[in-house]
């Protein structure tokens, strides 16, 4: 079983759709989570990061961590065509410094 | 720009030829992090600095592969006698130090290819 599992998608959605894209983790010493955001060919953005359980919201993102559940998600409102990108989940321990990376979720928003 | 910075952004080497590639990263940031990505997965781990110390490699990282940042500031990451499954994208990330930060921002990226 690796660290973190993330579903590969693809995913498609229409223009307006509200977007749910989740992890699983195993490691329950990861206290740091964070969302990225790649296109295409380039390096990836963050999104997100979060420190321990609960939600944070910035515009029309939310991310929420369950400890308990070992179970990360990231909620897109309002999906745009450029929204289109693969969605990477990371987290790290309070002890390490790199991240662990799950596979991305491939995302099209559809006009 | 003031982001992470990688060059060249692309490589395309013949097998068993060396290649080196070179990150800049945010100035005020004191770690420095390298990855590689390949076709479908999320990035890997390679290895990270603290300044100029290498505090971190991991088993991904071959005899092969050597990862310096001499001065603290730039790093380069070098490949020798490379093979066809070294092909992959190679991230650069950058970052501040402390309980609570670390985060981390991403390069564009080098893109290499071994033929």
């Known amino acids: 079983q690796k660290e973190v599992e993330q579903d590969p998608g693809p995913l498609s959605v229409p223009e307006g759709a509200i977007v749910s894209l989740n992890c699983t983790y195993s490691?329950?010493?990861?206290?740091?989570f964070m969302w990225y955001r790649q296109y295409s060919r380039k390096g990836p953005e963050l999104l997100m990061y979060t420190y321990s359980s609960g939600n944070k919201e910035d515009g029309r993102f939310t991310a929420q961590v369950d400890k308990s559940s070992k179970y990360i998600s990231l909620f897109i409102r309002d999906s745009q065509p450029s929204d289109s990108a693969t969605y990477l989940c990371a987290m790290r321990s309070r002890s390490q410094g790199n991240l662990i990376f799950g596979k991305g979720t491939k995302l099209s928003v559809k006009p | 720009d003031t982001g992470v910075s990688q060059d060249p952004r692309h490589k395309i080497t013949k097998r068993g030829q060396n290649v080196t590639f070179r990150c800049d990263p945010i100035?005020?940031?004191?770690?420095l992090y390298w990855y590689r990505q390949t076709l479908g997965q999320g990035p890997e781990f390679l290895t990270y600095f603290q300044n100029e110390a290498q505090l971190e490699k991991s088993r991904l990282l071959s005899d092969r592969f050597s990862a310096e940042r001499p001065k603290g500031s730039f790093s380069t990451l070098e490949i020798q006698r490379t093979e066809q499954g070294d092909s992959a994208m190679y991230l650069c990330?950058?970052?501040?130090?402390?309980?609570?930060?670390?985060?981390?921002?991403f390069g564009p990226g080098t893109r290499l290819t071994v033929l």
């Open positions: 100035s005020e940031h004191n770690r």
């Open positions: 490691n329950s010493a990861f206290q740091y």
């Open positions: 990330a950058s970052s501040e130090t402390g309980v609570g930060t670390n985060e981390q921002f």
